[in-house]
């Protein structure tokens, strides 16, 4: 098969994969009146899903280096049906809701990063940097087919069936799967003695730069994600919206823009530098989101907008974060670099949902303002720490 097309196979295997993803997040204006939930618990039902990924990705990753990752993406996918399953029929209220979630997010944990080494392991090598660049991208295009998928169904039938619509994602991604690849034995397994030895990995202080980079990018990026239609929902209110309004499909471009933006970023890194272009997005994403946070009393196109250019700027980095710290790993190391990576990355991925639900509450709730404003100015201000992080990168 040509590297292209099987590219494209993982990445639409990726795409279907996540179509659970938003089952919460797309709803949650739905959820915030039938379970009468505070902003605190929106934040832990959208953290408790990352807390999956980042305890069961430690694992997930490590073990590529002892196994082939599509044993790994399998079970994954598997896990991601049950996970969904178990949301769309057994979730009624917050409790109910976070198992679900977090075996949802541990499956994300199972076909993500081993999705990408199973990728990276069947290239060549003058195909990996750009293989890695769309299959990162892929993340955003599938949670983005994930917001339309459930707030378009919710829309024109009802909450219980958009949830009960993800169940058919990860069925249809795990027959692609055992289609487009066959076994392959690992050239240079890892002893289990040296499996979950980190060492190394945190002594690599280049990739380590990286690392810490992504643990911003992943608190901003999913916080956004966790919150951004319920603040368009919040705005529509306020600023009698177009007729036309639909905060689902909003956000669904919202979240769209990464896979362009994360693409584009990389070719930015190409020509100017991976540091220097890292450094370039993340402050104009955080720029966006403090003018997002007081945007509450604009126009709602103009908030639009503003939101769309944050869903590009916030995503941009994602593909040439990843790619730093894969490229910087020596390759018997690089399944325990991608779980480290995958670790800081998705443990900020938890707290950032977590932090920004408590900032709403402590503002006053999600029909306040100024609640909103703290909300997003949780979610920019720590893109102030990757500076300090990317001179590790030099």
């Not at 994969?17 to 915030?32: N, V």
């Not at 196109?301 to 790619?323: E, H, K, P, Q, R």
Request: include cysteine.
């Amino acid at each position: 098969m040509r590297p292209a097309t099987f590219i494209f196979c993982i990445c639409l295997a990726e795409i279907l994969t996540m179509t659970p993803f938003a089952t919460f997040p797309a709803l949650l204006p739905h959820y915030f009146d039938a379970w009468k939930i505070t902003g605190s618990e929106a934040g832990w039902v959208n953290g408790i899903f990352f807390l999956g990924f980042t305890i069961f990705g430690v694992f997930a990753s490590t073990l590529t280096d002892k196994m082939d990752a599509r044993h790994i993406v399998l079970f994954g996918l598997v896990l991601a049906h049950v996970g969904a399953v178990g949301f769309a029929f057994q979730a009624d209220g917050f409790l109910s809701a976070l198992p679900w979630r977090f075996i949802s997010g541990a499956s994300l944990a199972c076909t993500y990063m081993p999705g990408l080494r199973m990728l990276t392991d069947r290239l060549g090598d003058t195909s990996h940097q750009r293989g890695i660049a769309f299959y990162t991208a892929c993340f955003s295009t599938g949670s983005a087919v994930s917001f339309l998928l459930i707030g378009q169904i919710e829309k024109w039938a009802d909450a219980d069936i958009a949830v009960a619509s993800a169940i058919f994602g990860p069925p249809i991604a795990l027959i692609l799967t055992l289609v487009v690849t066959g076994r392959r034995p690992h050239a240079a397994p890892r002893g289990w003695r040296e499996l979950f030895n980190c060492a190394p990995v945190i002594r690599n202080t280049k990739a380590m730069g990286y690392v810490i980079s992504y643990f911003c990018h992943s608190w901003e990026l999913m916080a956004m994600r966790s919150f951004i239609v319920a603040f368009l929902a919040f705005v529509a209110t306020q600023n009698a919206a177009p007729v036309w309004f639909d905060a689902s499909m909003v956000a669904t471009i919202v979240i769209f823009m990464g896979l362009p933006a994360s693409v584009m970023g990389n070719e930015l890194a190409l020509r100017i530098g991976r540091t220097r272009a890292i450094l370039i997005l993340m402050m104009t994403g955080m720029m966006l989101s403090i003018l997002l946070g007081f945007s509450g009393s604009f126009p709602f196109i103009v908030v639009s907008i503003i939101a769309i250019l944050y869903g590009t700027f916030v995503t941009a980095d994602s593909s040439s974060i990843t790619s730093g710290a894969v490229l910087a790993a020596p390759s018997h190391l690089k399944g325990s670099t991608m779980a480290v990576h995958s670790f800081f990355g998705f443990l900020g991925a938890m707290l950032g949902p977590v932090i920004a639900g408590f900032m709403l509450e402590l503002g006053g709730g999600h029909q306040v303002s100024f609640a909103w404003t703290l909300t997003f100015l949780s979610m920019g201000a720590v893109s102030l720490v990757g500076p300090f992080a990317l001179r590790m990168t030099r």
